[in-house]
């Protein structure tokens, strides 16, 4: 039951953090459905690495071409890369709010914002801003030519998905489109965003939970992650290949269906 259990998990996760409709509201309701723990913050957070790991994998012959084009000076190459900087710029508002409420009010999400009933309140919202992003015109802005502010911009939207039922990738790919990106560049720079946002989250919670890691058995956790890689690939590489022709109408009504049947059963 216990490997069932993280299996569960490392799917839920791993579909779930690329695909616009939130794992942390898939992780609660999904693991209810089934009559097993919410995860909760912190293993739901260790599994990210997983994310995290896919997201390297995935980009890998990206990383190692941004890799290539500087010296072999690691410094210089961290200085000097756009891209690298502007994701740095997109990961500082992450960093500020959510470190605030970790050290501030570190049960706040927990005791206020992740019943159900305000998930499936932000799932219908979440659908509707999505709505006007895939409506919206797209222009010309892509990871090439975009400017630090459009980075900025996206990591401020960035910062809701601290909120359960947000979805980092549906508030970053939908604030994209709403700023004028085209569709695969949305997707591939919310991607790139999330790395250092889902590790630190991770590490954050990974250290918070040292005392906590006698009650867990290590073994199912590994295949918790191991399941999470899998499954983010797939998600990675459909999303990808998806939204930039299709949009994102599909994940729309779904999170519409999915917010309206939480608040039935209520």
Known sequence: MEYFKFILYGLIQGLTEFIPVSSTAHLKVISLFFGIDDPGPTISAIIQFGSVLALFWYFRNDIFKFRRQYSKNIFEYLLQDRLLRSIFVGTIPIVLFGGTIKLFVPYFFDNILRSNFLIGCVSILMAIFMYVADTSSTNSINIRNHKYLDSFLIGLSQAFAIVPGVSRSGVTISTAL??????????KFSFLLGIPAISLAAIVEFISALNEFNFY??????VGLATTF?????????????????????????????????????
């Not at 709403?178 to 997707?187: C, F, I, L, T, Y």
């Open 178 to 187: 709403v700023s004028g990106w085209e569709r695969r560049d949305a997707a």
């Open 217 to 222: 058995n290590f073994s199912p956790l590994i």
């Open 230 to 266: 899998i499954s983010s690939l797939f998600a990675i590489d459909f999303l990808l290949k998806y939204v930039s022709s299709n949009g994102l109408k599909l994940f729309i009504i779904y999170r519409v269906v999915f917010g309206v049947l939480i608040l039935l059963n209520l």
